[in-house]
């Protein structure tokens, strides 16, 4: 079955720097790549999600490149806010399929 | 939208007591999903429904949990009898299977449950 690694599992970085969290995924046949954010006290929430026929999606500050040869995936925050700070999460799973595999979490702060 | 609906948010009890956990899921979807979050293991995926029929239950860790969906607004994940590592939040989530949609899962507040 599908396997995701996240790293790292903390990262600290200053407001108005850029932050990366990396997975990377097992299952070949996996080709859609989402990531959710999970304020405190709260369940996880979909920011951005890629699907494998594109390489690299923007929205505002946050974009996500998918090497689906490497089978890893990335998000990238920049400009960071305090509104940040939060647990993401990598997940992969197959298009259409209801199954989504979770990466371990990254939790990110950011420093004022 | 009242989004995924969960209750109670937090449960406190003793070992060997029966737990039940409730999940209205979002008007219209169909496809209701159970997760466990720790520390120790992250999030995992305890089970999950297509259209009330339990499709993978390959999650649940013991006999001691089990999980109906009676009808398409509601499910319940039990726990008996319950003991401590069973502490964990608990979230319940919910999808659309409409073909274009895509994959994205609606997740509740979680429950919060702690096993003395």
């Known amino acids: 079955g599908e396997n995701v690694e996240q790293h790292p599992s903390t990262l600290s970085v200053q407001e108005g720097d850029s932050a990366v969290i990396k997975c990377t995924y097992s299952d070949s046949a996996s080709n859609y790549f989402p990531w959710y954010k999970q304020e405190l006290g709260k369940g996880p929430q979909l920011i951005i999600d890629i699907r494998s026929n594109v390489g690299e999606k923007k929205d505002q500050r946050i974009a996500v490149t998918l090497n689906k040869t490497a089978k890893h995936f990335s998000l990238h925050i920049t400009e960071t806010q305090p509104e940040d700070s939060a647990v993401y999460f990598c997940?992969?799973?197959?298009?259409?399929?209801?199954?989504?595999?979770f990466g371990q979490g990254t939790r990110l702060t950011i420093n004022p | 939208d009242a989004g995924v609906i969960q209750s109670p948010r937090h449960e406190v009890t003793e070992m060997g007591q029966e737990v039940t956990l409730r999940c209205k899921p979002i008007?219209?979807?169909?496809?209701l999903f159970w997760y466990r979050q720790t520390m120790m293991r992250g999030l995992e995926l305890l089970i999950y429904?297509?259209?009330?029929?339990?499709?993978?239950d390959s999650g649940m860790p013991e006999d001691r949990f089990s999980a109906k969906m009676p009808n398409a607004s509601f499910s319940t994940l039990k726990i008996q009898p319950s003991e401590p590592r069973d502490s964990a939040v608990y979230f319940c989530a919910s999808s659309s299977l409409a073909g274009g949609v895509g994959n994205e899962q609606f997740f509740g507040p979680g429950t919060r449950l702690t096993v003395l």
């Open positions: 429904f297509n259209n009330n029929v339990p499709i993978d």
């Open positions: 008007s219209g979807h169909n496809s």
């Open positions: 997940a992969a799973s197959r298009w259409g399929a209801q199954k989504l595999v």
